[in-house]
């Protein structure tokens, strides 16, 4: 879901630059001293499930994981997933510097809004719980593809085709994602309370 370098038109790399690092400032004012090894665990998540791709028809897609550290850090999902996004950059060239900001963006926001959303419900055991989890996964992934095809189409008009099918490619992903994230809060519940802040 990286939109790659010279696609987008600078007033869309602009506005979302702005709007990441907001998001960023705010996350980097809400991570405690204590929660720093679980926000640097879900970065390295993050990092590596975007690695792996699976063909989907004539593209590709992969598990992005920004659902979880929209559930778990809050804002503090905005840092993580711009280190996230900076190191697959670097190392592999994935997306690209300019284009940093929009991806971040598109990728954090919706998991913060959705993580907001379906964190009170953590508390409720059993299929409350899973179901809030499958939302929050689910949903960040098709916001995040929103977000994307919202980006290409106010570059241009003629990016809608290519911004429909990225939605279309990533309806199996969310329904995956949203699995995952179920069955790792369901984990995380018994295992670690504290994480999900039931302890």
């Not at 004012?29 to 090894?37: D, P, S």
Request: charged share 10%; glycine share 12%; hydrophobic share 60%.
């Amino acid at each position: 879901m990286h939109i790659a370098e010279g696609v987008l038109s600078p007033i869309v790399l602009a506005s979302g630059g702005v709007l990441t690092a907001a998001g960023t400032a705010i996350g980097m004012r809400h991570i405690k001293e204590e929660h720093l090894m679980i926000v640097a665990l879900l970065a390295a998540a993050f990092f590596v499930a975007s690695l792996v791709h699976i063909p989907i028809g004539p593209a590709s897609a992969h598990l992005i994981m920004n659902g979880v550290a929209g559930l778990l850090l809050g804002w503090g999902a905005f840092p993580a997933i711009l280190m996230g996004l900076t190191l697959q950059a670097v190392f592999f060239q994935y997306g690209g510097l300019l284009v940093l900001g929009v991806n971040t963006w598109n990728m954090a926001a919706p998991a913060v809004l959705l993580g907001f959303l379906c964190r009170p419900w953590l508390a409720r055991p059993g299929k409350g719980r899973a179901t809030a989890a499958f939302a929050c996964g689910a949903g960040s992934v098709l916001g995040a593809g929103v977000m994307a095809a919202l980006a290409l189409v106010f570059t241009e008009e003629g990016f809608l085709r290519a911004a429909q099918v990225l939605l279309v490619a990533h309806l199996p992903v969310a329904v995956a994602e949203g699995f995952v994230t179920a069955l790792l809060v369901q984990f995380l519940a018994h295992a670690r309370p504290e994480a999900l802040g039931l302890s």
